[in-house]
């Protein structure tokens, strides 16, 4: 079917009609904040204790704009007899944003829940070389971070919440345990320690009534 010419020419006008007849409305930015949907790719923010130093993000970042410096710690073993362990402390951690290209893949492979999106837009620099943020400047995006949407109330709950339930009530169940251990140990000593002490009164009382009937025997004597 040929088209009518002259067709799209009419379409257009059509558009700018109706346009035409609209109220326009200015955004007044900076004055007023946009409002940004839930899941809008700002910058990437670091919550440093869940990071392990494992260096997944590093390693998939397509641009290399991520670096990470850390050293490692002897940790002191936990109990007498124990073996020392070594774990990574993380001394650096750093995004490039003028080479990030958004992808969003080292939020996807962090295995510790450490990087998140933020909403935040406004760190433009005059320099470049200003666009690399330290790991205090990813930290404090953190607190820009939205919260994860609600579950669905038939949804089956996470993993992580049920290991983390079922530890809490393992641990709970096994200190009330313990507690009524000590409990039922403690109930021999201190039924011993009444009955020390019903024996001493009543000694104590006995001695008393010896004492009494001897000192009145006395003054019957005298009289």
């Known amino acids: 079917m040929m088209a009518v010419p002259g067709s799209g020419l009419a379409k257009g006008l059509a558009v700018t009609l109706r346009t035409m007849t609209r109220k326009n409305v200015t955004a007044q930015y ?3 904040q946009p409002e940004l949907p839930p899941r809008s790719r700002g910058v990437i923010a670091l919550f440093e204790e869940n990071c392990t130093v494992c260096m997944l993000c590093a390693r998939e970042c397509p641009d290399w704009c991520i670096y990470i410096d850390s050293h490692k710690e002897t940790v002191p073993a936990a109990a007498p007899g124990g073996r020392e362990r070594s774990r990574n402390v993380l001394d650096r951690f750093a ?20 990087l998140f999106w933020s909403p935040e837009f406004e760190y433009a620099e005059t320099d470049i070389l200003e666009l690399t943020h330290e790991r205090d400047k990813l930290r404090e995006w ?20 049920a290991a983390a339930r079922k530890t809490a009530e393992k641990l709970q169940a096994q200190r009330a345990k313990e507690a009524q251990a000590a409990q039922q140990a403690t109930e021999p000593r201190r039924t011993a320690e009444t009955r020390q002490a019903t024996e001493d009164q009543r000694a104590h009382k ?4 010896q004492q009494e009937q001897q000192e009145q025997k006395e003054e019957e004597g005298e009289a």
């Open 30 to 32: 900076p004055d007023v």
């Open 206 to 209: 006995d001695r008393t009534d």
């Open 95 to 114: 995004i490039d944003f003028s080479l990030c290209m958004y992808c969003g893949i080292c939020i996807e492979v962090c295995p510790f829940d450490a």
């Open 142 to 161: 953190m607190w820009t971070v939205p919260e994860p949407p609600a579950l669905d109330p038939a949804a089956e709950e996470p993993k992580e919440i």
